[in-house]
């Protein structure tokens, strides 16, 4: 399945909760922002969505891997 992450990096504060609540390594915190740098490995747990208190992330499924 592929998902597709979503920061609002004008609500993100750049705490990296986020980052630390992935255990598949999709996100990585560079200069106290994080980016979506390994979607491939993103199985849809939303766990980082859980993790913002700020609402900054949103999860979508996007299709199936070919």
């Known amino acids: ?14 705490c ?4 630390k609540a ?9 200069d106290d922002t994080p980016y979506p740098t390994d979607l ?5 747990c939303e766990d980082c969505v859980k993790s913002c208190e700020f609402g900054a992330i949103k999860v979508e499924y996007v299709g199936k891997k070919k």
Request: proline residues 0%.
């Open 40 to 44: 491939e490995s993103c199985h849809g």
């Open 1 to 14: 399945m592929l998902y597709r992450v979503t920061i609002d990096y004008e609500i993100c504060r750049g």
């Open 16 to 19: 990296g909760d986020c980052v």
């Open 22 to 30: 992935c255990s598949m390594s999709v996100l990585e915190l560079i």
